[in-house]
T-cell receptor, first 114, second 114 residues
Framework: DQQVKQNSPSLSVQEGRISILNCDYT??????FLWYKKYPAEGPTFLIS?????DKNEDGRFTVFLNKSAKHLSLHIVPSQPGDSAVYFC?????????????FGGGTRVLVKP | ETGVTQSPTHLIKTRGQQVTLRCSSQ?????VSWYQQALGQGPQFIFQ???????GRGNFPPRFSGLQFPNYSSELNVNALELDDSALYLC?????????????FGPGTRLTVL
């Protein structure tokens, strides 16, 4: 039972354009959501997060949107840069019951073309 | 500030053998979580250690066990290795406070079981 799903395994975007990554979840206990970026031979690096009490969080080129009723979140990267080429993971935590345990999606590989 | 380190980087074992993976947490962090990332999938939570005690466990059999030491470093032990145990094993450290605590990942240990 996959509680966090990223339905697009890959995404290709032109440099300077917007990248939109999507993530769906099923567990209503999730109250904190994160996006991680991963390069080959490195561990995941934290990008941006959002608490369930918010519907948007912005940090520079990265914005995360949360739609609780649809159990859906998305990551927008504007403008996309070649260095953004990596695998992006959506993750969720049920902080009241499971502390720091993260449940990850399967990842979306992003390729930004110059 | 030293980040999360893991050893070894790569490891090859045969089915039925036992393996020990090591993790040094980031300075000041008292919690260590272990994740298994199979090829093409997102990381899956194995267990978490806080103050040398197991503090949550994912859906992994008892042959996956761990330890946390007084200096907060940690070991993951896997007995009776199976082919499906081939994966990237990630360690993440955090400082346990109320709510969600950001986790910092190490580069991982790539385990191959033949």
């Amino acid at each position: 039972d996959q509680q966090v799903k990223q339905n697009s395994p890959s995404l290709s975007v032109q440099e300077g354009r917007i990248s939109i990554l999507n993530c769906d979840y099923t567990n209503s206990m999730f109250d904190y959501f994160l996006w991680y970026k991963k390069y080959p031979a490195e561990g995941p690096t934290f990008l941006i997060s959002i608490s369930s009490i918010k519907d948007k969080n912005e940090d520079g080129r990265f914005t995360v949107f949360l739609n609780k009723s649809a159990k859906h979140l998305s990551l927008h990267i504007v403008p996309s840069q070649p260095g953004d080429s990596a695998v992006y993971f959506c993750a969720a935590s049920a902080t009241m019951t499971a502390g720091n345990k993260l449940t990850f999606g399967g990842g979306t590989r992003v390729l930004v073309k110059p | 500030e030293t980040g999360v380190t893991q050893s070894p980087t790569h490891l090859i074992k045969t089915r039925g053998q036992q393996v020990t993976l090591r993790c040094s947490s980031q300075s000041g962090h008292n919690t260590v979580s272990w994740y298994q990332q199979a090829l093409g999938q997102g990381p899956q939570f194995i267990f978490q250690y806080y103050r040398e005690e197991e503090n949550g466990r994912g859906n992994f059999p008892p042959r996956f066990s761990g330890l946390q030491f007084p200096n907060y470093s940690s070991e993951l032990n896997v007995n009776a290795l199976e082919l499906d145990d081939s994966a990237l094993y990630l360690c993440a450290s955090s400082l346990k406070l109320a709510g969600y605590n950001e986790q910092f990942f190490g580069p991982g240990t790539r385990l191959t079981v033949l």
